[in-house]
């Protein structure tokens, strides 16, 4: 299931010091928040989320109230908990999973033309429909 604004969500994400060439792998962190916001960012098809953060655990956990951005897949990555919004619409059309760019080849089938997840159309709707 897609994670949508309104929903709230926990994940677990891997928690780097330094600056960001030199990044050190310190540990890792959960984060339980609702999620504002979600768009695909025009040039890369990237999927991104703002989450509002309510609470948080581990290495440096953020403050409550905190918003912040994630990329879609690592979000889904470290998910642990998805809590849909009671109010949010069952019947929607599925999201479309990014920009599908010619460049990119689909790292299922081989086609050309995929979106962010590396995947192309036809791939991207099986995987939705669980036949990955
Ligand atoms: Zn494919």
């Given at each position: 299931m897609e994670v949508r604004p309104g929903d709230r969500i926990k994940w677990k994400e891997p928690v780097f010091r330094g600056t960001y060439r030199r990044a050190q792998f310190v540990g890792e962190r959960t984060v339980t928040g609702v999620v504002t916001n979600h768009w695909y960012e025009m040039e890369t098809g990237y999927h991104w989320?703002?989450?509002?953060?309510?609470?948080?655990?581990?290495?440096?956990?953020?403050?409550?109230?905190?918003?912040?951005?994630?990329?879609?897949?690592?979000?889904?990555?470290?998910?642990?908990?998805?809590?849909?919004?009671?109010?949010?619409?069952r019947e929607a059309p599925p999201p479309p999973g990014g920009k599908f760019l010619p460049q990119r080849t689909c790292t299922r089938c081989g086609a050309a033309g995929a979106n962010a997840e590396r995947l192309c159309k036809v791939c991207w709707e099986a995987v939705k429909r669980g036949e990955a």
């Open positions: 989320f703002t989450i509002q953060v309510q609470a948080s655990e581990g290495v440096d956990p953020l403050p409550a109230g905190k918003k912040i951005r994630r990329r879609g897949k690592n979000v889904y990555f470290g998910l642990l908990e998805h809590e849909l919004d009671p109010s949010r619409e």
